[in-house]
Nanobody
Framework: VQLVESGGGLVQPGGSLRLSCAASGFTFSNYAMSWYRQAPGKERELVSF????????NYVQPVTGRFTISRDNAKNMVYLQMNSLKPEDTAKYYC?????????WGQGTQVTVSS
């Protein structure tokens, strides 16, 4: 199982970024996917979740209405579109899946929101 995130960077407040996560080594379409983030000195937290077919999504309250999770099962990709970014969104963002009770994580991609 391999998850590789990309798309992070430095952006000004109010800006946008689109994170991508490329999955391999498992039947991607059979598993739900999640995005987490971890800010310095804080615990890793769930940001968003998407079911296998993409029909159900969920977001934590601080990002609701600003972030959109999506997936392309044909390409084994999951995305996180982040709009109206705020300094408090600064964190390292990780994608994750759970297979047979075991969590698999990518290496993360850094998002920094600063003027």
């Amino acid at each position: 199982v391999q998850l590789v995130e990309s798309g992070g960077g430095l952006v000004q407040p109010g800006g946008s970024l689109r994170l991508s996560c490329a999955a391999s080594g498992f039947t991607f379409s059979n598993y739900a996917m999640s995005w987490y983030r971890q800010a310095p000195g804080k615990e890793r937290e769930l940001v968003s979740f998407i079911t296998t077919g993409g029909g159900v999504t969920n977001y934590v309250q601080p990002v609701t209405g600003r972030f959109t999770i999506s997936r392309d099962n044909a390409k084994n990709m999951v995305y996180l579109q982040m709009n109206s970014l705020k300094p408090e969104d600064t964190a390292k963002y990780y994608c994750k899946t759970r297979i047979w009770g075991r969590d698999y994580w990518g290496q993360g991609t850094q998002v920094t929101v600063s003027s």
